[in-house]
C-alpha cells in the first residue's frame, strides 16, 4: 500500500482533510471561535462554556456575515440563525 | 426660559443627548446589539433573552476590535473582556 499526507488541525484532531487549505481554514475558523467564545465568556461571565463555545464556532462559521453586521449591514445577520450544526 | 433641543434613542428612551451625533452612534449601537442578540438566540436556543442582549450590547460596543477578529485579527479581542458596562 502507499503512505498518504493527511492535514488535520490541533484544535480538532479527529477531523481529517486531504487538502491542506481546507484544513487551514478549519483551523482558522476553530481559531476565531475560541477567541470569540473566551471574550464573550469574560464579558457574560453568566454563560456557560458550553454556550460560549457554540455561540463562538456559530459566528466564527458565518464570519463574513458577522463581519458585514458589524459595517452596520445587519441584514446579513438575517440569513444567518438556525441552530449551530453539531458536525 | 428657553426650549432645548434634545435627542435620544427609540431603542433607550431614557438616555438623552445634546448632541445629535452621539445619539446617533448610541442608537446604530443599540441597533447592531439588537441584530446581533438575535441572531445567537437564534443559533444558541440555550441562551437566555438577557444573556443575549449582554452578548450583543458587549460585542456593539467594541464593534471595531470584533470587526478586527472576523479579519482574523484575533489580539483585538485580547483587549476586550471586562464584564459588559451596565451604564
Known sequence: MAVEVVYRSSWDPERLFM????????????ELADAL??????????????????????????????AKAFK???EALAEVGEPAETD
Chains 1, 2 share one sequence.
Open 72 to 74: 452596520q449591514n445587519l
Open 37 to 66: 467564545a473566551s471574550a464573550l465568556q469574560r464579558a457574560v461571565p453568566s454563560l456557560s462554556e458550553q454556550q460560549a463555545e457554540e455561540a463562538g464556532i456559530f459566528m466564527a462559521r458565518h464570519r463574513d456575515q458577522f
Open 19 to 30: 487538502d491542506k487549505a481546507e484544513a487551514d481554514r478549519h483551523d482558522k475558523m476553530l
